[in-house]
C-alpha cells in the first residue's frame, strides 16, 4: 500500500452514524466524525484533567466503508489507522483560500478497551486504493452497473472537490 498522507491513528468517540454514499461509478464511501478527548496530567493536583476535544473528519473506501456503515454507531469508540490529508480550495463565493484536514481511512474498527464485539469475516470483492474524493458527487444509493463494466481506467473515482462541507 502506498501512503499519500501523514500516518495517523486515532482513538476516539463516532460523534454521528457513519453516512454512506456511492460514486457514479459504484464505489461505496462513507463519512464520519471522530471525537478525541485530550488529557494532561496536573502534577499539583495529583490526577489528570480534560484538556479540549480535537474533532477529526474521516472517510472510508469501498468495502471498508460498508463495514464501518453497517457496523458502527454513533458514541462508539473506534480506532482509525489512515492518513491525514490536507485539502485546499478556494470559496466560490468569498473567493477565500479555505483549508480542510481528513484522515483517509485504512482500517477501522471497535475500539475493545471497554466493550466487546463479535466478528464475522466476509469475502473481499474489489478492494482497490481509494483515488479522489467524490463525495460531492456521490448518491445515497448504488447506482445500476452494466455487467462487465467496473471503475474507470485509472481505477479512481469520478468527481472532485467541493465547498460543500462534508458534514
Request: proline share 7%; with cysteine; hydrophobic share 35%.
Amino acid at each position: 500500500m502506498t501512503m499519500n498522507g501523514t500516518p495517523i491513528t486515532i482513538v476516539g468517540n463516532l460523534t454521528d452514524d457513519p453516512e454512506l454514499r456511492f460514486t457514479p461509478s459504484g464505489a461505496a464511501v462513507a463519512k464520519f466524525s471522530v471525537a478525541v478527548n485530550r488529557r494532561q496530567f496536573d502534577r499539583q493536583a495529583n490526577e489528570w484533567k480534560e484538556a479540549g476535544t480535537d474533532f477529526h473528519r474521516v472517510s472510508v473506501w469501498r468495502d471498508l466503508a460498508e463495514h464501518v456503515a453497517g457496523t458502527l454507531t454513533k458514541g462508539m469508540r473506534v480506532i482509525v489507522v489512515g492518513e491525514l490529508r490536507q485539502h485546499s480550495w478556494t470559496d466560490e463565493k468569498t473567493n477565500e483560500k479555505r483549508s480542510a484536514w481528513e484522515v483517509t481511512a485504512n482500517s477501522c474498527g471497535p475500539d475493545l478497551t471497554f466493550a466487546t464485539a463479535t466478528v464475522t469475516k466476509t469475502t473481499r470483492t474489489n478492494g482497490s486504493a481509494p483515488g479522489d474524493d467524490a463525495w460531492s458527487t456521490a448518491s445515497r444509493t448504488r447506482p445500476a452497473v452494466p455487467a462487465g463494466a467496473g471503475a474507470p481506467a485509472n481505477g479512481q473515482p469520478q468527481g472532485g472537490y467541493s465547498d460543500e462541507p462534508p458534514f
